[in-house]
Structures are given as structure tokens and as C-alpha cells.
């Protein structure tokens, strides 16, 4: 790590391809081999929205996963990156038109399409292009996953997907549903009698798409949210998604053939966190779904899953530089001693956006082990934010001066992807780090920012530009 620290400087983010590959190859031949036991095919797409960038795309290509994208951006790293774009799926709750017509264009295997407005787009899109577009319907199962309220996805009250509760009168979706329900009266929904009997809006999406010359309805899709440890939740919504698919099979005739559950598996980023193997956790998922489907007498459809955090986050350590240190009192004979480094929340904002923690280990520039005493710490960044806060409760030794070096492990996913410029700093070199014949290899896969590439799209009026006030 200190080697690493000395040649490419700090913050520095740290990706060991190694464990990016096994562990993706990981869940690919886990679910594979569970899901063959029930007798049908999965594919593994990996969740792009976690970490992407062209190196990484080409390690998700070799190693037989598929990609999920959740923007153009993501879509054109993936192409990019050479992954061939019937592996590919467009996710998004706010598509623009010409993210779907590049999709199309491209022949990108499925676009997830997440609200009745999108329906009509992606026809009328297809249509002018003269194709079929390859849909995918995502659903809210009103499953309520024991995580943060900001990565959990499949509850009711929140913006992805189209619920499988059927649509009451009184709700704000009852004039769209009314449109489309001619049988319904307005005497009926005055006097409430049609509460019950109005379809839900998963339904009336797979009314829409089914009826469309220029849509290929291939299946439902669903995502409970993120960083979930039970495998319960991923069961529960299996049985819900799958009793929609034989409603419709009843209602319309029509077999769907492939059912996505997403990820949202939880990683380790603290000794309190229990992860489950990737193996248990889809032996746990072939079950739920052969029984549901034996239960429903419905064939089990072609499966996937979207793992992104479980992937890369162990993949990721972030190494960052000590700066000053300060000693504040807690309360009464208890103090806390602040270490600050020389990044922050604009190379990882999930603490202060979720709540998250993490750990941390010394990596000492000598190569020797402290023998400090533990003290009671809390690792801040350098922003100018009192809740710029890297990991939150820990122990460092006493001994810890300014240059010591720190590696906060876990940092794979979410923190490259969603880092920023807050204050003006620029974004740190990302590093793949891999092992060739029994020697370490390091090489830069993403090139840190200087100050000329933050002003490089900026305009500035010479100094003594009129404009200027004083000038």
C-alpha cells in the first residue's frame, strides 16, 4: 500500500481485478448451478451503476456476466468497453428519447421500462425506427427491505417502477386508470364501488405493451433495494412478481419468459455486517421460485440477477494521507480525537448521505506495526462540512502522526461512482492492482484530475474585461 501511495499519490483508490474477477465469476457460476437444479438458464448482469469504466467492462465481459446500465453515459461506457449490446439492458426512471432510440440503434437486449408514459415513448421510438424494442416491465412488489430508506426500491411511495397493488378510486392514479377502463362509471367512483375493481398499474402496463405492434414484452423486473443481508425479502418478491406473471398468463394469454430480480445482496464493511455467500444466497432464490412456480403451476422462467456492490465493493481500498490531528472532549474524562485526511466526501459521500460506515487499518509509510495504544478516533475529511465524516467510531493507535498513511477498506462500489468537486478538489486516480505470476502489478485506469481539467470547461472573462466590476 505505501508503494501504491508513492507512486500515484493520495486519496487514491485502490481496485484489485483479482477479487473483481473471482468474485464476479462468483456469482455468475453460483447461480448458474442453482437455478440448473430447478431446470432453467440464468444470466448475471453486473450492476454498471457501482463502478464502470472501460477497463472494468472488459473484466464484467470476460468473465461471462452481462451489463446493466442506468443511463446513456453507462450505455456508452459499456460499448466502449467493447461488451456487445444484446448484453446489455438500459435501466432509468426518466429515460430521454435519445437514450432509447441510441439503444435501439445499438440493439441493446432490453430496456427496462418503469412507467406507463415510457410505454408509449419506446413504442412510438420503435416504431419510427422501424424495430421491435425488447422490454422488460419494472414492478414494485411492496416489499419493504430492512435497509436505508434511500436504496430501498420496491416499496410503494417512491419513484422507480409501476406498483402490483391494484388502483383505488380515490388514489391520484384513478383518472389515468379511468381512462383506460371505459366499463368503469363516474357514478362508480363517486359512490367508491369501482375502488376495487380498477387494474393496477403493472397490469394495465402489460395491457399497453402487449397490444403494441413494435414492443416485445419479454418479462417482469424487480429491485428491493440495496445492501440487504436476508434472503427473505429477495423470496418474497419472487412470490409476488411470479403470481403477476401467471395473472397475466390468465388475463392475456401470454408466457412470459424471463423474470429479473435484480441485486441489492449486502457486503461487509464493518465487522457487524454478515454478508452470505453467494452460493447460499441463490440456493435460498431456486427454491423460493420452484416452489412459487410448482405452487402456480406456472415453468420457471429464464432468471437474472443484477449483483453491482457485491462485486466491487471488496474489490476497493482507498488509501488516504493524515493530516491534522485533534483531541476534542466527549463528555466528562472521555475524549475523541480527530484525524483528519486529505479526502473526504467528495471521494466517498455515503457516510454522509446514508449513514454508512466503515473501517479502518493503518498502513504505515515504514512498513512496521504500530504499538501505540488504542485511542478512541474518528477519521474527517478536509471538507468544509462538519458532517464530512470517513469513518465515524474507531480506534487508531496513539502513535499515529501526520504522513501516516490509511486504507479504509470496502470502497469498491459507490464512491468512485458518485464522488464530486465539492470544494474544488479534483477526483483521485483510480488504480487496478493485480497479481501475474506471482508479481504484483499496478496501472492506472483512471487518470486523477488536476486544477487545469476542473477549469477546463469553464469560461473566464479576462481580468480587465469592462464586465469585470472595478474593472
Not at 461471462?64 to 443511463?71: P, Q, R, V
Not at 397493488?165 to 359512490?191: E, G, I, K, M, Y
Not at 418479462?219 to 423470496?235: D, P, V, Y
Not at 485533534?326 to 446514508?354: F, H, I
Request: overall charge negative; hydrophobic content about 40%.
Amino acid at each position: 500500500m505505501a508503494k501504491l501511495a508513492e507512486t500515484y499519490g493520495t486519496p487514491l483508490y485502490v481496485i484489485s481485478e483479482d477479487t473483481f474477477r473471482d468474485r464476479a465469476r462468483g456469482f455468475r457460476e453460483a447461480f448458474e448451478s442453482a437455478f440448473s437444479r430447478v431446470g432453467t438458464e440464468v444470466s448475471v448482469y453486473f450492476a454498471g451503476k457501482s463502478f464502470l469504466t472501460p477497463e472494468v467492462v472488459r473484466w464484467v465481459r470476460e468473465e461471462g456476466l452481462n451489463l446493466d446500465t442506468a443511463s446513456g453515459g453507462e450505455m456508452a461506457c459499456g460499448l466502449r468497453g467493447g461488451m456487445d449490446p444484446a448484453r446489455m439492458a438500459l435501466h432509468g426512471n426518466n429515460k430521454s428519447a435519445a437514450e432509447i432510440t441510441r439503444a435501439l440503434d445499438a440493439g441493446v437486449g432490453r430496456i427496462v421500462v418503469d412507467s406507463l408514459p415510457e410505454i408509449e415513448l419506446v413504442g412510438r421510438l420503435a416504431r419510427t425506427l422501424g424495430v421491435t424494442a425488447p422490454v422488460m416491465l419494472r414492478v414494485t412488489p411492496g416489499v419493504h427491505a430492512e435497509t436505508h430508506d434511500f436504496i430501498a426500491t420496491a416499496h410503494e411511495d417512491q419513484k422507480f417502477g409501476m406498483s402490483l397493488a391494484p388502483a383505488r378510486a380515490t388514489d391520484a392514479q384513478a383518472a389515468d386508470a379511468l381512462a383506460d377502463d371505459s366499463s368503469v362509471s363516474t357514478q362508480d367512483v363517486a359512490d367508491g364501488s369501482a375502488a376495487a375493481e380498477l387494474p393496477s398499474a403493472a397490469m394495465r402496463a402489460v395491457s399497453a405493451c402487449v397490444a403494441h405492434p413494435n414492443i416485445d414484452l419479454q418479462g417482469i423486473h424487480c429491485h428491493i433495494g440495496s445492501q440487504i443481508f436476508a434472503a427473505e425479502g429477495f423470496a418474497q418478491a419472487a412470490e409476488r412478481v411470479l403470481t403477476f406473471m401467471a395473472e397475466v398468463r390468465e388475463k392475456f394469454g401470454v408466457q412470459l419468459p424471463q423474470l429479473d430480480l435484480g441485486g441489492g445482496y449486502g457486503i461487509a464493511y464493518t465487522e457487524a455486517d454478515t454478508p452470505r455467500p453467494a452460493q447460499e444466497i441463490a440456493d435460498a432464490l431456486a427454491q423460493a421460485v420452484q416452489g412459487t412456480c410448482r405452487l402456480l403451476d406456472f415453468p420457471v422462467p429464464h432468471l437474472s440477477f443484477e449483483p453491482g456492490r457485491a462485486i466491487v465493493g471488496p474489490a476497493g481500498i482507498t488509501l488516504y494521507t493524515v493530516g491534522t490531528l485533534k483531541a476534542v472532549t466527549v463528555e466528562p474524562g472521555q475524549a475523541r480525537r480527530y484525524v483528519s485526511v486529505d479526502g473526504g466526501m467528495s471521494d466517498n459521500p455515503r457516510p454522509v448521505l446514508y449513514g454508512a460506515d466503515y473501517s479502518v487499518v493503518v498502513a504505515d509509510a515504514k512498513g512496521g506495526l504500530s504499538t501505540g495504544d488504542p485511542v478512541f478516533s474518528r477519521v474527517v475529511g478536509k471538507h468544509c462540512e462538519s458532517g464530512d465524516i470517513v469513518v465515524n467510531t474507531t480506534y487508531l493507535p496513539s502513535d499515529l502522526t501526520a504522513g501516516d498513511l490509511l486504507a479504509v477498506p470496502a470502497t469498491g462500489a459507490y464512491c468512485w461512482a458518485l464522488s464530486s468537486n465539492y470544494n474544488w478538489l479534483p477526483r483521485p486516480t483510480v488504480v487496478a492492482v493485480r497479481t501475474v505470476d506471482g508479481e504484483g502489478q499496478s496501472r492506472v485506469i483512471v487518470r486523477g484530475e488536476t486544477e487545469d481539467d476542473l477549469f477546463a470547461r469553464m469560461s473566464v472573462e479576462p481580468a480587465d474585461s469592462p464586465d469585470v466590476p472595478g474593472s
